[in-house]
């Protein structure tokens, strides 16, 4: 019996088995009811998912593919305990009719084709961030997520992690007041190699071109722009930036750093500094009507800053459960595990993703024009 008919007949959905979300080995498990996932792109993150997929009883990985040999045969040795079939393109892999959920973590300019051949294919699909490079590639998306049913999440997995699920409900209970003014600085080296053969200059390097990775405030900002919209609660009315190249200057063409204001509805401003060329330094501070919240996300502290009172210091979770310093990734796992089996909407459903990639278009569309955006110019 097909495994999909033996569910249904079981009167378990599609994947609706009770089981508890990654812990333990459930008593109700089996391999004919594992959720099977295929994995498109298997390079450096979705190493790190592989890993997080791993501590998940409920999961197997059944399908790995990426176009660079190398890039496979290393996530397949990685699961070489349960060994999945190869691919080298993902057409192949999506005949199958044995999965339920792809993952797809290829660079930026290759989600939107995956992602809309693996919805229209009847899977669920867990999708890298950024969503897309444009918003016609997110709007896209939506519209076939919606035509499907199928649950589209978009990997924003820091809004999932304890530290920020603790400052979002922080400033949900108003213990600082409405945010007025918020910056989110980080500073760092740059975090990737850029390979000198111009043979695989496309494959290796494509996070240095505008083309194929929408540019840095996209492929790296938009965890951060997502954080203000989630964190401030009401949309960006314009935005400016200022940025270019000071170091990198090997030929590629995105920025290494830049520095963003962002007016939000509330008369709440948003200011976001990044270098990619840097000794490390972080910063996330949130001042609201009635105090301010000091945030460092590597310690895990969260100082409320209240005047006339002594400073309440509260730390949280910050550790990334062996994915590379990506805190939430784990906890974005078990959310997205919920979602499909209740048929819940995800918290990084992908007007969020597509959102976020608005506020990056904005803000290199400032930088290159050399003038305040307002959003109305960016498509909606
Ligand atoms: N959420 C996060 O914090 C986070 C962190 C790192 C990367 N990412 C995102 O994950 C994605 C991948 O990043 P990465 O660092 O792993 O890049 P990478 O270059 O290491 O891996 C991408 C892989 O996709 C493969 N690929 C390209 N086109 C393909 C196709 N048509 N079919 C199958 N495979 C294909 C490449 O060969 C490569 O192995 C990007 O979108 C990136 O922005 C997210």
Known sequence: MERREFMKQAGLGALGVALTVGQGIAAEETSATKIRWGLVGTGKRCRQHIKVLQRFPEYRIVALCDIQKARLD???????????????????LLKRDDLDVILVATPNYVHREVVVSALKSDRHVLTEKPMGISVEECNQMIQTA????????????LRYAPFYQKVHSLLREGIIGKPKFVWFNEFRGDWAKQSADPKIDDKINWR??????????????CHYFDLFRWMIGTEPIRVCGMGGINFYTNGRDTLDHASVVIEFD???????????????????????????????WETGDIVVKREGKKD?????DVSNKDTGGHIGTFEMHQSFLDCI???????????AGKESIRLGLAAEKSIRENRWVDMTEIPA
């Open 208 to 221: 240095f071109k505008q083309k194929l990775s929408g540019g840095t405030l996209l492929e790296k900002s």
């Open 312 to 316: 309440e210091i509260m730390r949280a």
């Open 266 to 296: 509330g008369d709440c401003k948003a200011t976001h500094g990044l270098s990619m060329y840097s000794p490390h330094g972080q910063g996330f501070f949130i001042i609201g009507e009635k105090g301010a919240l000091d945030l460092n």
């Open 341 to 351: 089996r209740t048929g819940k909407p995800p918290l990084t459903d992908p007007v």
């Open 74 to 92: 290393h996530a397949m040795e990685m699961c070489k305990a349960d060994p999945p079939t190869g691919y080298a393109d993902y057409r192949d």
């Open 146 to 157: 919606e035509g499907t049913g199928k649950i589209l999440q978009v990997g924003l997995q």
